[in-house]
């Protein structure tokens, strides 16, 4: 089986892969996103769940209520902190991977930005990313 792409946390005890590419990217600036990441935002990229393989030492996960109302579960390796996954009940199908965990981050390119209501001020949206004030909206 070929792989999309690899990555895991900053002690590398924990480790993914990804079969197939991406489903969509984009950055969030949601204040929960913020937080996780201890940045301006989250870059995310999105995966069908079957496409993602989780390695190596047990994660922990940290469960809260999102914007949909609805369970997010965001994990973290539990030696070295590092968040590097997210599963949202409101698609659970799907895993969402934090870019910057993987071992080659050039090879995506976000799409759009999404919560670009509770951006930070300094931050300057791309005008060739589609921009959503709250999630993620279709066409």
Known sequence: MSEFATGGCLCGNVRYSCTDKPLMSGACHCRDCQQNTGAAFA?????????????????????????????????????????????????????????????????????WNIYTASKQPWVELSPHMKSFDGGFKRD
Request: negative net charge.
């Open 43 to 111: 870059t995310l990229l999105i995966f069908k769940k079957d496409s993602v393989t989780i390695s190596g030492n047990e994660a922990k996960t940290f469960e809260h209520i999102g914007d949909s109302g609805k369970s997010v579960r965001r994990s973290f390796c539990s030696d070295c902190g590092s968040p590097f996954m997210a599963e949202y009940d409101v698609t659970p199908d799907f895993r969402v991977i934090m870019a910057g965990t993987l071992d080659d981050p050039a090879v995506i390119k976000p799409e």
